[in-house]
């Protein structure tokens, strides 16, 4: 008896869940590790922001927060347009945050705090970028978006 057939596409829908499992674990590993080192230096750091760096401006992080939460929120009922838009509002006030954190004096390399602010933010919001990328090719290649 020959083994039963198995549907048309599992071993394709079954390697494509493993690399997107791969994919997704690596993007934490690397979240996490910023983590580990944001939490060694502001820890061994006597004051936060350290070296008399400008406090960031608050307001940028809150509105790009109900952003790229309202993007989720619309993801989650299926209305891409309205997710892709929200998440490049928030790409762009990130953009304008990092402005103002420039022109405040606090760049990549004015310190651990310019450098790991930067670091964290560039992260975040490549990370948006390539799931706006993912959204429009899966809307794009797959029949069932």
């Known amino acids: 008896m020959s083994a039963p057939a198995s549907a048309p596409g599992a071993k394709e829908d079954r390697t494509s869940f ?7 674990g690596g993007w934490t590993m690397l979240f996490c590790a910023l983590l ?6 502001r820890l061994s750091a006597g004051a ?11 307001l940028y992080p809150a509105v790009a927060t109900v952003l790229i939460a309202a993007s989720s929120w619309m993801l989650a009922r ?3 347009t309205a997710t892709v838009l929200f998440g490049l509002g928030f790409i762009g006030v990130q953009l ?8 405040s004096g606090v760049t990549p390399s004015s310190g651990r ?4 602010l930067y670091t964290f933010c560039a992260l975040h919001a490549l990370h948006v970028v390539v799931g706006l990328g993912g959204l429009l090719l899966a809307k794009k290649t797959q029949r069932n978006w």
Not at 48 to 58: T, V
Request: hydrophobic content about 55%.
């Open 96 to 103: 304008a945050g990092w402005t103002a954190l420039w022109r």
């Open 48 to 58: 936060w922001p350290p070296d008399g760096e400008p406090r960031a401006p608050l």
């Open 78 to 80: 299926r209305r891409l």
């Open 36 to 41: 580990f080192v944001w939490a060694d230096v």
């Open 113 to 116: 705090y310019g450098s790991l």
């Open 18 to 24: 493993i690399g997107m499992a791969i994919f997704l």
